[in-house]
């Protein structure tokens, strides 16, 4: 799993407003209506007002990455939550959340970030949640994903969560990963949950040129270059780094959804909080 780096995310806060823009642009919809309807729900459905989010830095494993909590924060207000970071770390940072009121918390190590609703016993997965952010974002970018090939490039928890969502928007799903077992075990649990082919690529070449749309939730730099892209080809893209070639991101801007957090922390929080 890609550990974000304090470059990756350094612009976000002061970029929400821009990005947000840039998202109706592309998708009609905003990073709110997007999450809203990544949750199955509406935009109204939620008061964000009416919840307290508690962010607490962790410092195990490779320890704190600066300014993330504080990113994620930033995120959540930005939608209309009350969002704090706690002083304190750790479990010092965990009681100092909840003593605070905090009605969701969220907190990241090296292999997990979670939000985790407190009176509701629940919790939402970053990367599950990432993977159905975006192919929310594809499909109001299309006007809908029903029996269009969609490939997944990566079947890691971000391409699982995904192409679980591919499955219930009735795309026709395709996924590679460089570890074959690994794409047909998920491969295997979508098509059983959605009773639905998924085809399990095993070139990616080909995998690739058979496609217009796509995830891209692998961590790979540069993997799509100008053999793979034509101005039709549309990408949301949660992998960090970006894998399209450098010289090939200006022409395919337009139809191309990245950001390091965004989407999976709005989708993360909107879901925490959703009614039942
Ligand atoms: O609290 C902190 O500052 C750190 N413990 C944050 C660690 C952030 N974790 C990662 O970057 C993990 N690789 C998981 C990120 C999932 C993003 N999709």
Same mark, same amino acid.
């Given at each position: 799993?890609?550990?974000?780096?304090?470059?990756?995310?350094?612009?976000?806060?002061?970029?929400?407003?821009?990005?947000?823009?840039?998202?109706?642009?592309?998708?009609?919809?905003?990073?709110?209506?997007?999450?809203?309807?990544?949750?199955?729900?509406?935009?109204?459905?939620?008061?964000? &007002?009416?919840?307290?989010?508690?962010?607490?830095?962790?410092?195990?494993?490779?320890?704190?990455?600066?300014?993330?909590?504080?990113? !994620?924060?930033?995120?959540?207000?930005?939608? &209309?939550?009350?969002?704090?970071?706690?002083?304190?770390?750790?479990? &010092?940072?965990?009681?100092?959340?909840?003593? @605070?009121?905090?009605?969701?918390?969220?907190?990241?190590?090296?292999?997990?970030? !979670?939000?985790?609703?407190?009176?509701?016993?629940?919790?939402?997965?970053?990367?599950?949640?990432?993977?159905?952010?975006? !192919?929310?974002?594809?499909?109001?970018?299309?006007?809908?994903?029903?029996?269009?090939?969609?490939? !997944?490039?990566?079947?890691?928890?971000?391409?699982? &969560?995904?192409?679980?969502?591919?499955?219930?928007?009735?795309?026709?799903?395709?996924?590679?990963?460089?570890?074959?077992a690994r794409s047909q075990a998920v491969g295997a649990k979508v098509s059983e949950a959605f009773d639905c082919y998924v085809r399990v690529e095993d070139n990616?070449?080909?995998?690739?040129? @058979?496609?217009?749309?796509?995830?891209?939730?692998?961590?790979?730099?540069?993997?799509?270059?100008?053999?793979?892209?034509?101005?039709?080809?549309?990408?949301?893209?949660?992998?960090?780094?970006?894998?399209?070639?450098?010289?090939?991101? @200006?022409s395919a801007l337009d139809r191309l959804i990245h950001d390091p957090l965004e989407i999976g922390v709005a989708t993360m929080i909107v879901d925490a909080v959703?009614p039942v």
């Open positions: 799993m890609t550990r974000l780096k304090t470059e990756d995310i350094a612009m976000v806060n002061d970029q929400l407003q821009a990005y947000n823009n840039s998202l109706i642009a592309k998708t009609g919809y905003t990073l709110m209506q997007i999450a809203a309807y990544a949750a199955g729900i509406e935009e109204e459905d939620i008061n964000p &007002g009416a919840y307290k989010l508690g962010v607490i830095p962790l410092t195990c494993g490779q320890g704190i990455i600066s300014r993330f909590s504080e990113t !994620v924060a930033g995120i959540v207000s930005f939608l &209309g939550f009350e969002a704090f970071v706690t002083g304190e770390t750790d479990a &010092g940072g965990i009681a100092e959340a909840v003593s @605070r009121g905090a009605d969701v918390i969220m907190l990241a190590d090296d292999d997990r970030f !979670v939000a985790i609703n407190l009176a509701a016993g629940k919790v939402v997965d970053n990367g599950e949640a990432t993977g159905r952010g975006y !192919v929310a974002a594809l499909d109001l970018m299309m006007g809908g994903l029903a029996n269009r090939k969609v490939l !997944v490039l990566g079947a890691g928890p971000v391409g699982e &969560g995904a192409a679980f969502t591919l499955g219930r928007f009735e795309a026709l799903i395709a996924i590679y990963d460089p570890n074959l990616f070449d080909k995998a690739v040129l @058979r496609h217009k749309l796509f995830i891209d939730a692998c961590p790979a730099p540069e993997i799509l270059d100008e053999r793979h892209l034509t101005d039709r080809t549309v990408i949301a893209a949660p992998g960090i780094p970006l894998g399209i070639k450098e010289t090939c991101v @200006r959703k």
